[in-house]
Each structure stands twice: as C-alpha cells, then as structure tokens.
C-alpha cells in the first residue's frame, strides 16, 4: 500500500512543475485524496459492501469536489490535476498513467446495465472540461483535447478534439516532406499544413498539395515518355503563387455607380 502511494506521490512531481515538496502534495492536492479515498471505496466494494463504499465515495466527493464511483477501475500512478468537478462512473477502467484535468467526465449514454463508461489505456491524457460518453476504448497514448466530447474509440496514440469529437489524421514524415517539397517548389509557404495546427482549412491544403504532387510526376512521366518517342516538347517552369493572389482585396466604391 505505502508503495502504491509513493509511486502516486512520484507521479505528482513528474506531471506538475507546480509541485515542490512532499508535504505539500500529501496536504494540498485534492487529486490525491481522491485518488487514495477511491481506493478504499473500491476495496469494500469488491468485498460486497456497497453501501459503505457509497459513503466513502460520497466523503471523497464532498471533500475533494471529483466524484469516482467505487465500482470504477483505475491503475496506477493515476493523476488528477485541478480536480474539480471531475465524474467518473461506475464501469469506467482507467490504465497506468493516465492524467485527467478539470471538469472531465467519464460517463455513459445509456441507462442499461452492464458495461457503459469508457475504458482509458495507459498514458491517456483528457483535457480540462473534456466528456468522453459511452462504452468504448481509448487507446494507449492517446490525447483528448479540452472541451471536446468523445463518443466513439480512439485510437492509440491519436488525438481527439472538438465537438462532436474527430480524430486528428497524423501526418507521417514521408508525406509531411512531400507536400513541403511541392509547396517550395510552387512558391507557396504551406505553414498552414503543420499537424501542430488540426483545422479542417489546414487539412484541404495539405490534400491539395498531395493530389499536386501526383499530377505533377504524371507530367514528368508523360514528358519523359514524349521524348524518347522524339519529341522536342520541353516542360515550361510553373508560375510563382503571389501573396496577393490569395489576398482578399476590397474594392472602394465607384463614386460614380454609387451616385
């Protein structure tokens, strides 16, 4: 027990910079009482005490404002940072290392019994004010983004924003190379396309950059083929793309129309 309790200790100082000595993160952080209350509701309830795991449960909610149903299932070295409001069913299963924010909740779609909270794999990480809503898995390092809402699986090592919540398409750096090669080699400064900016208008520009990268060895193919059946044809450079090509220019208005 004392072990489990100083690896959580441990855990604390790795995940907040906030942190700087033991009595203070025994004492002062609230995760950490939860955490540990949490423990002992689960033991009675699994030894089939449910109503006096109830009211542990309800203590720790009263004193630390998250709220862990006994019957929920966590791993170790599990972190709680700023854990107000933070609700955790009764099916939920939550792995090693995994770090939860403020306002998050784990909770369920449906009133049928049996299996209806998330399962978190180890090295989860969900955002303040996140909910993740239903029975289904969370895979290992995967992020969940502030405020989004997740009803549907996510895959290890993805990460998952907005509302209704979408998995962010990672980019290798294969791929990632290519599209910054086709865009120098239009004069166009594809910043917008890095994975470390998810919006949907960054994600059309780096397709369309892909899709010019295919016509664009279609054409050297065809030219090399015309070649060598002897043709003189000699591929023109592609025109530079203008910053104001792409700017959105307002007009004045004609004095003269407007009269």
Request: proline share 4%; glycine share 12%; aromatic share 6%.
């Amino acid at each position: 027990m004392f072990e489990r309790m100083q690896e959580d200790i441990q855990s604390v100082f790795h995940r907040d910079p906030a942190a700087r000595n033991t009595l203070e993160v025994v004492t002062c952080y609230p995760g950490l009482h939860a955490v540990w209350l949490h423990r002992m509701a689960h033991a009675l309830w699994v030894s089939g005490w449910k109503w006096l795991a109830r009211v542990v449960s309800n203590f720790g909610r009263w004193l630390t404002g998250i709220e862990i149903h006994p019957g929920a299932k966590i791993g170790r070295r599990f972190f709680i940072d700023h854990g107000m409001g933070i609700v955790i069913g009764e099916t939920a299963e939550i792995g090693n290392d995994v770090t939860l924010y403020q306002g998050v909740t784990l909770g369920g779609t449906s009133w049928n019994k049996g299996k209806r909270h998330p399962t978190l794999e180890d090295g989860v990480v969900v955002g303040a004010g996140a909910k993740v809503l239903g029975p289904f898995t969370v895979g290992a390092g995967a992020k969940i983004g502030s405020n989004a809402v997740v009803t549907k699986a996510v895959p290890a090592g993805a990460t998952a924003i907005g509302i209704p919540g979408r998995v962010i398409v990672k980019v290798d750096d294969e791929q990632k190379a290519k599209r910054q090669a086709i865009a120098e080699k239009l004069g166009f400064d594809a910043y917008g396309v890095s994975q470390d900016m998810p919006d949907p208008v960054a994600r059309a520009i780096g397709q369309l950059l892909d899709h010019l990268h295919a016509v664009d060895g279609r054409l050297e193919g065809v030219c090399g083929a015309l070649k060598e059946l002897g043709s003189d044809y000699c591929a023109k450079d592609l025109p530079v793309l203008r910053d104001e090509d792409f700017a959105c220019v307002v007009k004045e208005p004609d004095d003269k129309s407007a009269g």
